[in-house]
């Protein structure tokens, strides 16, 4: 966990110094790409999946059209997070961290990250299915 945070923490320098601009705007959602794949990576890892997503679909995607790249898109990558992160304290752990390092003044307390997330699970913002 500790090697994700250090890595997260390289993203956020660089993430950091981008200018107001629109071509910052697109770096800047590149490196929050990042940050999203590293902990996909981590959980990934660890076996963790939610309604399959993402280690037995990436199966059934070898065999099945239906499973194409768009399927793995990062909106559903950000919603498998979220949800484990309600789920897997380590998770919680770095996305939260993650949370407040990009973005200190909106993410201070764990507890009520962890409260938005079961909100936005709820009332299912992502409005996309595993």
Known sequence: MESVKSKILELHEAWDVLGDGLDSFKYGEIHESFVIDLIADYCVERGYEVEGFPIKKRELAKGNNSYN?????EARY???LDILATTYEDVLELMYFYSSTFW??????????KNRLM????????????
């Open 78 to 80: 950000v919603k498998y």
């Open 119 to 130: 909100d936005y699970i709820s009332c299912d913002v992502y409005e996309i299915e595993f």
């Open 69 to 73: 790249e768009d399927y793995f898109c």
């Open 104 to 113: 200190l003044e909106h993410f201070d307390d764990k507890e009520k990250y």
